[in-house]
């Protein structure tokens, strides 16, 4: 498992800018988005992924985004699905590159392994989590439910974290 999180994140991160768009006149394109990210479970890890929403800033504003991402931390990784929106900053004078605010809804499936934080190794779990983004810095919190393991008083429960990056 851990194997294929970090292939796929090479993958992400590897590819070039040319290939993340899907051509000169189309109004959408791919956006990759990494950091690193503090949390409850799997401690600390790298982030990296995708979202597909339109290319141009004045289009962005009222567009629920496509969101695929990865993300392999010291006890556990984590596959998400789901859609994300960029808000206006709340400050007019705020501007540049990470200013802005978005919200992000996805479902996850979360495996663990070595020693996490709250649950035991070796267990997978799958559940919702809304992530709130300002400039480079934001919250997320979640709530798991196992789908394999065996670890007593694991069978659910509610995760936070932080996150470091651009998205």
Same mark, same amino acid.
Do not use: C
């Given at each position: 498992? $851990?194997?294929?999180?970090?292939?796929?994140? /090479?993958?992400?991160? =590897?590819? *070039?800018?040319?290939?993340?768009?899907?051509?000169?006149?189309?109004? +959408? /394109?791919?956006?990759?988005?990494?950091?690193?990210?503090?949390?409850? /479970?799997?401690?600390?890890?790298? %982030?990296?992924?995708?979202?597909?929403?339109?290319?141009?800033?004045?289009?962005?504003? $009222?567009?629920?985004?496509?969101?695929?991402?990865?993300?392999?931390?010291?006890?556990?990784?984590?596959?998400?699905?789901?859609?994300?929106?960029?808000?206006?900053?709340?400050? =007019?004078?705020?501007?540049?590159?990470? @200013?802005?605010? @978005?919200?992000?809804?996805?479902?996850?499936?979360?495996?663990?392994?070595?020693?996490?934080?709250?649950?035991?190794?070796?267990? =997978? %779990?799958?559940? *919702?989590?809304?992530?709130?983004?300002?400039?480079?810095?934001?919250?997320?919190?979640? +709530? %798991?439910?196992?789908?394999?393991?065996?670890? *007593?008083?694991?069978? @659910?429960? %509610? /995760?936070?974290?932080?996150?470091?990056?651009?998205?």
């Amino acid at each position: 498992m $851990r194997i294929r999180i970090a292939i796929l994140a /090479t993958l992400l991160l =590897s590819l *070039p800018r040319t290939a993340l768009t899907q051509g000169a006149h189309d109004r +959408y /394109t791919l956006l990759p988005h990494i950091g690193l990210q503090f949390f409850s /479970t799997d401690r600390l890890g790298l %982030f990296g992924g995708v979202t597909y929403r339109p290319s141009l800033e004045s289009d962005r504003e $009222r567009f629920w985004a496509a969101a695929l991402g990865g993300e392999l931390g010291i006890a556990g990784g984590e596959l998400n699905l789901g859609v994300a929106r960029h808000l206006r900053p709340i400050i =007019s004078d705020v501007g540049g590159l990470g @200013s802005d605010i @978005s919200i992000k809804g996805q479902l996850a499936y979360l495996r663990t392994w070595g020693d996490p934080a709250h649950v035991g190794p070796r267990q =997978s %779990f799958l559940g *919702p989590e809304v992530q709130v983004m300002w400039s480079i810095v934001g919250v997320r919190v979640g +709530y %798991f439910s196992r789908l394999s393991g065996d670890t *007593p008083s694991d069978e @659910s429960f %509610f /995760t936070v974290g932080v996150v470091l990056g651009w998205h």
